[in-house]
């Protein structure tokens, strides 16, 4: 079997499918790496898979650039001769099936893991390029074999709304997470010590936030929550770089107010998980956040919002609370409880690793990726 793997961004394979393309090697096939030049392109052919590049601007809306996109996908697609083509994210799954139909690829499947930003704000853009994903999205997914989404509420919406039909839904829930990685096993005791030695928390508990410095996000009422909370013995740490040219970005100002530790862009989210004693995020809208995976996966107990996607890592009095969508009273009041709870925060914390292990593992999602691929290609 030929399969292929659309994406407009290199990184977005290489970090998220790259077990599934290995997956699938190891079972014989031949695998593509569909993707634009980036920084992690030329790493597909250490792993065996074959990378191949055409040209897209992400941002553009230029309908001439846009058809050019689509012919180039088509180029490249109907050179392979695939059996299977797996695209994702917006444009690769909307230009992708109109060029792998083009093509005459037997098979497409997309994967849709959120609808976005615009589905947070009900203002006239929003709701205009909400008219437009919808509408390209009914004509794509009528067209392809099947859809593939992360959580359970982005379905329920379009299948509601005639985007979809019930029998083309296929649900995976998030793109798996590592365990024997991300866990507290892993962690050098050393290392963690020197670590809050340099954040200045040796003697504190530690409440960590990983998200864009976004608004969307939940940044505001993550630093109200800590404006209410603040005390000697917490500290409230948001790791994070902005989105430049992001409506919602937060300002600089903002982020480097002091009830916060902003640390930006950081490389050691894992060792930053590892001090922390409470994990949270405020987010209004997701499709399976991988930071609350990373914190569940290192038995962290967990605030979020009961929103799209992030209840499907929160169990609300399971592994964690969850508060509504913006509302930094309740965040505040559900960081209080467990700051002040330490049997019900370790109760959490088992909790959540045992979810991360039984039902993100890496290992039991690619298997359910080979499954979906069996159920139209024999293999």
């Known amino acids: 079997m030929k399969i292929g793997f659309l994406s ?35 790493k597909f052919q250490e792993h065996g898979v074959k990378a191949i ?87 794509t997914f009528f067209r392809s074999q099947g859809v593939v989404f992360v959580n359970s509420d982005d379905p329920a919406y379009l299948q509601e709304k005639g985007i979809i039909k019930p029998d083309a839904i296929h649900i995976i829930k998030s793109v798996g997470i590592d365990t024997d990685v991300f866990s507290m096993e892993q962690i050098d005791e050393q290392r963690s010590a020197a670590l ?33 909370l603040q005390g000697d013995d917490v500290k409230f740490i948001l790791v994070g770089d902005t989105d430049d040219g992001n409506p919602s970005c937060a300002p600089l100002e903002f982020l480097q107010r002091p009830e916060v530790l902003w640390l930006g862009h950081r490389d050691d ?58 509302d930094s009273k309740a965040l505040e009041e559900a960081i209080s409880v467990l700051l002040e709870d330490a049997t019900l925060r370790k109760r959490f914390a088992r909790r959540a690793r045992l979810k991360a292990v039984e039902e993100f593992d890496i290992k039991p999602i690619t298997r359910q990726y080979l499954d979906l691929y069996a159920e139209f290609v024999y293999v």
């Open 8 to 42: 407009h961004l290199d990184l977005n394979l290489y970090l998220f499918r790259l077990p599934i393309m290995e997956a699938l090697l190891a079972q014989g096939h031949t695998v593509y790496a569909i993707c634009p030049q980036g920084s992690v392109y030329h």
């Open 53 to 139: 590049d055409y040209e897209i601007e992400r941002g553009s809306l230029n309908p001439f650039k846009e058809l050019q996109a689509i012919y180039a996908i088509y180029q490249v697609l109907r050179s392979l001769q695939l059996d299977i083509l797996h695209t994702f994210t917006a444009k690769p799954n909307i230009y992708g099936t109109i060029a792998g139909r083009l093509a005459k690829i037997p098979t497409i499947l997309n994967l849709v893991e959120g609808l976005g930003s615009f589905y947070i704000e009900d203002d006239l853009r929003s709701r205009t390029i909400r008219f437009i994903i919808e509408s390209a999205y009914r004509l």
């Open 196 to 228: 809050r030695e340099r954040l200045d928390v040796v003697e504190k508990r530690v409440v960590l936030m990983v998200a864009r410095a976004i608004w969307h996000k939940g940044v505001r009422e993550f630093y109200e929550a800590a404006a209410a």
């Open 269 to 326: 989210i894992k060792e930053l998980i590892a001090i922390c004693d409470i994990f949270v995020l405020p987010s209004y809208r997701e499709g399976v956040p991988r930071t609350l995976l990373e914190a569940s996966s290192m038995a962290k107990p967990m605030v979020t919002t009961d929103t799209v996607g992030c209840r499907e890592v929160v169990e609300d009095g399971v592994n964690g609370l969850l508060v509504p969508v913006r």
